[in-house]
């Protein structure tokens, strides 16, 4: 199946600071990828939809200012958390889908993660 | 509201048998329903999509059955082992972006 890779898998960081996590897509190219959070015990809950060559689109209540998302290519997009915060410490997953899948349903490959610790 | 439940947070059950996890939503209209393996401090891994019209899909020792009339779908491990131990999470796909993820159901098959 199609592989997702994030780096780094682990960051740990002072407040303030801004953190970027790289998405790739390793053995296809992806057109959309997912950004998506999750919190200990709960759901993954869908931040943004990153597309290739225009602007992210991001769900209610997720500030764009402070969750960039830059889509540059058809195999990478990145998500930097600006001004990092505690409460900014999560899990951070990727997803991508394939167009090559057929267009069924909508089966999205998802990253191994990014754990974010905000100190 | 909208909700995705899954039937309990935890379910422990002995290596052979067959276990059931249940996904249930209220105030949505899927047009297809998607269950993953999530393991601890991984990415969810794609198991098993069923379509609306679909009753039920199988897989190898995986089945998914979804009933729209009731708002549930159902997801069956036969004969299970202790490397099935994992959390699964059920997916609601409304639209060509819209996947809701429900909180998932942590299964622990004991030898």
Redesign the interface.
């Known amino acids: 199946?199609a592989v997702?890779s994030?780096h780094p898998s682990r960051v740990i960081c002072k407040s303030g600071t801004s953190v970027k996590i790289e998405c790739r897509s390793l053995d296809f190219q992806a057109t959309?990828m997912?950004w998506y959070r999750q919190f200990p015990?709960?759901?993954?809950?869908?931040m943004a939809?990153s597309n290739e060559g225009s602007k992210a689109?991001y769900e209610q209540g997720v500030e764009k200012d402070k969750f960039l998302i830059n889509h540059a290519s058809l195999t990478l997009s990145t998500l930097t958390v600006t001004s990092a915060h505690p409460e900014d410490s999560s899990?951070y997953?990727c997803?991508a889908r394939d167009p090559a899948s057929g267009g069924?349903?909508?089966?999205?490959?998802?990253?191994?993660?990014t754990?974010l610790t905000v100190l | 509201s909208q909700k995705i439940e899954q039937n309990s947070e935890a379910l422990n059950i002995q290596e052979g048998k067959t276990a059931t996890l249940t996904c249930n939503y209220t105030n949505y209209s899927p047009a297809y329903l998607q269950w993953y393996r999530q393991d601890p401090g991984r990415g969810p891994v794609f198991l098993l999509l069923i379509r609306e019209n679909e009753k039920e899909k199988r897989k190898e020792r995986l089945k998914v059955t979804f009933d729209t009339t009731l708002k549930q779908s159902l997801f069956h491990i036969t004969a299970s082992q202790p490397a099935d131990s994992a959390t699964y999470l059920c997916a609601l796909q409304t639209g060509a972006n819209n996947l809701f993820f429900g909180t998932g159901t942590r299964l622990t098959v004991i030898p």
């Open positions: 199946g997702v994030q959309t997912f015990k709960q759901s993954l809950m869908l939809t689109t899990f997953i997803s069924v349903g909508d089966t999205q490959y998802f990253g191994p993660g754990r």
